[in-house]
């Protein structure tokens, strides 16, 4: 396992899992949970002021000394007209005047894209790595980033993406599933219908790319870690089975209909942010979409819907709240994220030897004289 170990090296840790960054869901706990268990931590700090992000970076070198990564959009600044918000609130009035939400209240202000305040802030934390979705930051970025030391990790969702983040200055591709959970990391395409799973994904974007691959979207167990790694994957990157852990921050609502989701329950959808995401369908999704053409330019969908979303949770229901899962949720199941993390390691190389010896046996068989 030679790219595995090149890997490993790169980043600086024993075991070829990933925790994926899941901004909104990631706490220091989780991140030192895995990065301690000898995987890498990733925090998602996408929808962080700069004041949190420092705090929180703090908190995560206080609770592990190896190597953790910090997680980044970099999505264009968004150019929303009055009349699409208009548009768009109109979609939802029904909505607002069920559960008396005032049809102008508004949330903003989070999932900023990466820039040269982050960048600052970033310099002086310095993570080991620092990864990015929906493209790569600008040249400058990348080079202060680069000379800092830093490795620069991106999310692929075709064989293209890869090579462009390679151009850009990724120095290790996440190549993103069409199973996966949360957002698609796509920026080069914004056609659903042309994505990729992971089994056609990860071997394309080996041969596609000479840096390291990363397998992410559907690995929930100790087999599809050992899946990834025969496709060439170098390490995987899971994320919805980490909803599970005590450590990650999912509220009730999300973790009771984790629980008892199936491979048949989630959808893409870009009703809560603007952009296709993968979450489970619940009434929102049902009734608008999954995909809506009125949903407002990334990340402004969610100024509108945030307040009803509220509102309903407060109800005690699921009903209007992005629900991210990935595909393979119902694999999953709960356990501590260190656990998690040395579980799916440990069972993937017991299979692959397993593999080896049947296939060595098989050989073995083969080759001795027929029986008389
Ligand atoms: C709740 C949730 C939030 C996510 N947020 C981010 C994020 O902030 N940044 C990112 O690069 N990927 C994010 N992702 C995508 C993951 O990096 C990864 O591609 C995905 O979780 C892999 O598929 P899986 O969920 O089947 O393991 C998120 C995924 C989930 C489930």
């Known amino acids: 396992m030679k790219r595995t170990r090149e890997l490993l090296d790169l980043l600086g840790i024993d075991l070829p899992i990933v925790l994926a960054p899941m901004a909104g869901n990631s706490t220091p706990e989780l991140v030192a949970a895995v990065s301690n268990a000898g995987g890498l931590g990733s925090y998602g700090c996408a929808m962080l002021s700069r004041e949190q992000l420092i705090e929180e970076a703090q908190r995560m070198k206080a609770l592990t000394n190896h190597s953790f990564n910090l997680n980044f959009f970099c999505h264009a600044p968004p150019n929303v007209t009055a009349e699409q918000e208009r548009a768009w609130r109109d979609k939802l009035a029904p909505y607002y005047g069920e559960f008396g939400v005032d049809p102008n209240a508004t949330v903003s202000g989070n999932r900023r894209p990466f820039d040269d305040e982050t960048c600052e802030a970033v310099l002086a934390i310095a993570p080991k790595i620092v990864s990015f979705h929906f493209g790569m930051p600008n040249a400058e970025q990348v080079s202060r980033l680069k000379a800092a030391g830093m490795v620069l990790m991106s999310s692929a969702t075709t064989s293209a993406e890869a090579r462009r983040l390679v151009e850009l200055g990724a120095d290790v591709i996440v190549a993103q599933g069409l199973e996966a959970g949360g957002h698609r990391g796509m920026f080069l395409s914004s056609d659903i219908n042309t994505q990729v799973g992971t089994m056609a994904l990860v071997p394309q974007v080996v041969d596609a790319v000479n840096v390291p691959v990363i397998a992410s979207g559907g690995v929930a167990d100790a087999r599809g870690v050992a899946a990834a790694l ?8 899971v994320g919805t089975a980490y909803l599970f852990t005590p450590q990650a921050k999912v509220s009730a609502l999300h973790r009771a209909a984790l629980r008892v989701t199936r491979d048949d329950a989630t959808v893409l959808t870009n009703l809560f942010t603007g ?32 307040p009803l979303r509220a509102q309903v949770e407060q109800r005690g229901s699921g009903d209007f709240t992005p629900l991210w899962s990935g595909q393979a949720a119902a694999l999953a199941h709960e356990t501590d994220a260190s656990e998690l993390t040395r579980a799916l390691a440990t ?5 692959l030897r397993d593999l080896g010896d049947r296939s060595r046996a098989e050989q073995q068989a083969h080759r001795a004289p027929a029986g008389r």
């Open 275 to 306: 952009r296709p995401a993968r979450g489970i369908v619940n009434r929102f999704v049902r009734e608008l979409g999954p995909m809506n053409a009125t949903a407002p330019q990334f990340p402004m969908a969610a100024n509108a819907v945030t």
């Open 230 to 237: 025969a496709l060439g994957a170098a390490a995987v990157q």
């Open 347 to 351: 069972g993937a190389l017991e299979l």
